[in-house]
T-cell receptor, first 113, second 112 residues
Framework: DSGVTQTPKHLITATGQRVTLRCSPRSGDLSVYWYQQSLDQGLQFLIQYYNGEERAKGNILERFSAQQFPDLHSELNLSSLELGDSALYFC????????????FGPGTRLTVT | DQQVKQNSPSLSVQEGRISILNCDYTNSMFDYFLWYKKYPAEGPTFLISISSIKDKNEDGRFTVFLNKSAKHLSLHIVPSQPGDSAVYFCAARPLTGNQFYFGTGTSLTVIP
């Protein structure tokens, strides 16, 4: 158990809908990262927050947004969902803004039908 | 553009033998490399890492080798055990910036 929790574990929704994925980092970790893993793809970095502020942005679509709250949990919002958004979404956390080690949650599997 | 590549989607080895997982990268600005292990229905877990100033790092049965001139790293597991069966991801981070770049993973099966 990495100490990172993600909810929900599974999510099935229809095209055009909006969903929110939630992540609670390990106790003491200030940095949260979001990744997307599509079928047969590696983990694609989406975005990083550190202590409430956005610190790095990867290949995140404009339809996606994220935030980190004062209690350090983070939410990833996916809107106008398309079939291609079906993927595993992982959250990871680390102590510092630029840590080498990240601790991953179990992921949320999103299926868009 | 896949900056970190794992060209072998799968690998099978006999228990007790050596497992060698390979990873290639294209960005010469990468300065830190990591291997993660992932079991089904779980998130990746950190396994071993290496800085670009080194060419080898060892931790128990796991050794990572870095060849900067070839932009290649490898993970050696010896002896391989059935519990090592998992998907292994290679990742890299540039000198500046917080973004990690992951490969597509290699599924290792250790046959008892």
């Amino acid at each position: 158990d990495s100490g990172v929790t993600q909810t929900p574990k599974h999510l099935i929704t229809a095209t055009g809908q909006r969903v929110t994925l939630r992540c609670s980092p390990r106790s003491g970790d200030l940095s949260v990262y979001w990744y997307q893993q599509s079928l047969d793809q590696g983990l694609q970095f989406l975005i990083q927050y550190y202590n409430g502020e956005e610190r790095a942005k990867g290949n995140i679509l404009e339809r996606f947004s994220a935030q980190q709250f004062p209690d350090l949990h983070s939410e990833l919002n996916l809107s106008s969902l398309e079939l291609g958004d079906s993927a595993l979404y992982f959250c990871a956390s680390s102590v510092a803004v630029s840590s080498y080690e990240q601790y991953f949650g179990p992921g949320t599997r999103l299926t868009v039908t | 553009d896949q900056q970190v590549k794992q060209n072998s989607p799968s690998l099978s080895v006999q228990e007790g033998r050596i497992s060698i997982l390979n990873c290639d990268y294209t960005n010469s600005m990468f300065d830190y490399f990591l291997w993660y292990k992932k079991y089904p229905a779980e998130g990746p877990t950190f396994l071993i890492s290496i800085s670009s100033i080194k060419d080898k790092n060892e931790d128990g049965r796991f050794t990572v080798f870095l060849n900067k001139s070839a932009k290649h790293l490898s993970l050696h597991i010896v002896p391989s055990q059935p519990g090592d069966s998992a998907v292994y991801f290679c990742a890299a981070r540039p000198l500046t910036g917080n973004q990690f770049y992951f490969g597509t993973g290699t599924s290792l099966t250790v046959i008892p």
